[in-house]
């Protein structure tokens, strides 16, 4: 069966199609992204306290579950595009505002804030070029890493070791760039075994390599 069958099968078995709105997933997402301003007030008036340490838990906990939900009941435009932006949303306004505090130094945030807005940019132009460019493992430890980070920021008994804080954020700084770079090399080899596809005139019957689907996956097609 053809990639491209198989997908047809997969959006008649689902329970929600690629446009819907109201679904499961996305009221989950939407909890998550609503919970990082909530979040970041908590961290710039008090700090890293216990309050603050619980919400990070409860959106890192929650993290992944949306996209399982959704690859169960079918992905969707708006779940693609939420889940990444309430990630984002998360980690960079608690390290922002860690950062404001001076509990933290600045330049690893920095790096890291440049890095997810540039990669941002970056995959929504290749994917109006048509071309997907699927997630490394490096991508998924990157993410647990930032989040592992986080939560040792806001954790009260850690609050107070400036120098671990700090080699923790470095840490997770320059995995971050390592799969910014990783990310833009995938991204450029996939839009060059594109162009001899469509050169070549394509697979019969298939989709085109490196193709971007109608609809990504709800939890970090990439990067």
Do not use: M, N, Y
């Given at each position: 069966m053809s990639e491209a069958a198989r997908r047809r099968d997969a959006h008649?078995?689902?329970?929600?199609?690629?446009?819907?709105?109201?679904?499961p997933a996305n009221a989950?997402?939407?909890?998550?992204?609503?919970?990082?301003?909530?979040?970041?007030?908590?961290?710039?008036?008090r700090g890293a306290t216990w309050p603050a340490f619980a919400v990070a838990l409860a959106v890192a906990a929650t993290d992944g579950v949306d996209g399982w939900i959704a690859r169960r009941q079918g992905t969707t435009t708006s779940g693609a595009?939420?889940?990444?932006?309430?990630?984002k949303a998360v980690v960079l306004g608690a390290?922002?505002?860690?950062?404001?505090?001076?509990?933290?130094?600045w330049a690893p945030?920095?790096?890291?804030?440049?890095?997810?807005?540039?990669m941002s940019v970056y995959r929504s132009v290749?994917?109006?070029?048509?071309?997907?460019?699927?997630?490394?493992?490096?991508?998924?430890?990157?993410?647990?890493?930032?989040?592992?980070?986080?939560?040792?920021?806001?954790?009260p008994p850690a609050a107070s070791a400036r120098g671990a804080l700090d080699v923790v954020m470095w840490v997770a700084a320059v995995l971050t760039l390592v799969t910014g770079v990783q990310y833009v090399v995938d991204g450029r080899r996939a839009a060059r075994i594109r162009r001899q596809a469509v050169?070549?005139?394509?697979?019969?019957?298939?989709?085109?390599?490196?193709?971007?689907?109608?609809v990504h996956g709800q939890?970090?097609?990439?990067?």
């Open positions: 008649r078995s689902s329970t929600f199609g690629p446009s819907a709105l109201a679904t989950l997402t939407v909890a998550r992204l609503l919970a990082a301003p909530v979040l970041v007030i908590l961290v710039a008036l595009f939420l889940d990444p932006l309430a990630d390290l922002f505002a860690v950062a404001a505090r001076g509990e933290i130094a945030v920095v790096l890291i804030a440049v890095r997810e807005v540039a290749v994917g109006r070029r048509g071309v997907s460019v699927p997630a490394r493992g490096s991508a998924k430890v990157k993410t647990l890493v930032q989040d592992a980070a986080v939560g040792l920021c806001l954790l050169a070549g005139g394509g697979r019969e019957g298939g989709s085109l390599p490196g193709a971007a689907p109608g939890h970090r097609a990439a990067g």
